[in-house]
């Protein structure tokens, strides 16, 4: 396991190393104890430098352990620590005899395998346990410690279990989806390939046999051609409907996309929709697919210089698309386009009107708001 598991950018790695750091709080009782009591000078001097030498190995053996993490990544770094460690107590005494078991305990977890932590919090607690009988220590003062020791063992332990369940969590995650897509990617290959495999042999087939046909007799070669023509409009009709059940019709989507194909049309556009993105999913849904009707019917028939999409919320949801062209007024009936609009209006609870008033063409439907 490695930090690119756990997904943190740069920042939070560097604030998990701080808040890591944070354990060396527990020298300020050792500081403290130096100043107020302090040793010879000899002893003061070899435990300045003992201390700084132990905060900067601890903060290498963090660093380290932030890149790859439950791994035994720097040995000498917990080696060296552990040694110059077992330095200090000769110039510091009690104080760091009783604050070293902290740091260890707390610090193995992060850079041993998971096997190893119970063995090796065990092994410190056990150590700290005898050197503290060793100094004298009984009755109530012994068994605060130990638990002390023993609860941040814990603590830390528990923590990074939880830390390592999220990451396999999410790696977990990660990797449904991605069998999802690669799932969803085969579905999709299949349903083209049997949509589109044997239309396409027989639009081949027949185009080599207009080719073959053209100089013996071109009507049959024309004829063919018109056939294979007549396959191919079949297959692409076939391929849309396979992929219409993909595309996004949110209101939202949609509005930008009918922002976009307007102006590649010479349209202008003028759009008023405050609201779209509060919409309930149902109602949003039918709304988007209201405005992909309209505005492909303003760009394919209504020849408008300027087309108005408005949104309006309130005890209904209004969603009109109007134009200054021609429109495809009422009389000319509906196309397939809008009589299967009209089924999802209708089905969503609403109603959809066409109407021509004041030179402009209107597409106009009425949602319920509460649809969810």
Not at 128 to 138: K, L, P, S
Not at 177 to 191: K, N, P, Y
């Amino acid at each position: 396991m490695t930090i690119d598991h756990f997904d943190w950018t740069p920042r939070r790695r560097r604030l998990a190393t701080v808040l890591a750091c944070c354990w060396l709080g527990y020298l300020v009782p050792v500081i403290v104890a130096m100043v107020t009591d302090p040793p010879s000078t000899a002893n003061l001097a070899l435990g300045v430098l003992g201390l700084a030498v132990f905060v900067l190995l601890y903060v290498r053996l963090v660093s380290v352990g932030m890149v790859r993490p439950f791994q035994l990544a720097a040995p000498y770094a917990l080696v060296g620590l552990v040694a110059v460690s077992l330095l200090l107590t000769v110039p510091i005494g009690a104080p760091w005899r009783y604050a070293f078991p902290y740091y260890l305990i707390a610090t193995l977890p992060g850079h041993l395998p998971q096997r190893w932590w119970v063995p090796a919090e065990l092994a410190v607690l056990a150590v700290a346990t005898a050197v503290a009988v060793y100094e004298g220590d009984r009755g109530a003062g012994l068994a605060g410690y130990v638990a002390s020791v023993g609860a941040v063992g814990l603590f830390v332990s528990m923590f990074y279990w939880m830390l390592i369940a999220m990451v396999r969590l999410r790696r977990a995650r990660a990797e449904l989806a991605r069998l999802a897509v690669a799932d969803e990617r085969l579905r999709i290959s299949r349903d083209l390939h049997d949509v589109l495999g044997q239309r396409l042999a027989a639009v081949a087939l027949k185009s080599d046999l207009a080719r073959r046909l053209v100089p013996a007799d071109p009507e049959r070669a024309a004829a063919e051609m018109a056939d294979a023509g007549r396959i191919a409009r079949e297959a692409l009709d076939e391929v849309r409907a396979t992929v219409s059940g993909f595309r996004d019709s949110s209101l939202p989507g949609e509005l930008s996309t009918a922002r976009s194909l307007l102006a590649a049309a010479g349209v202008d556009c003028v759009l008023s929709a405050p609201d779209a993105g509060e919409l309930p999913a149902r109602t949003a849904d039918v709304a988007g697919w209201v405005v992909r009707e309209g505005v492909t019917n303003v760009v394919r028939h209504a020849r408008a210089a300027t087309a108005r999409i408005v949104v309006r919320t309130g005890a209904t949801v209004v969603v009109e698309v109007s134009d200054d062209g021609r429109g495809t007024g009422p009389d000319t009936g509906y196309g397939n386009g809008l009589t299967g609009l009209r089924e999802r209006v209708t089905a969503a609870g609403g109603t959809l009107v066409t109407e021509r008033a004041d030179g402009w063409y209107r597409l106009r439907a009425e949602l319920p708001a509460g649809t969810g």
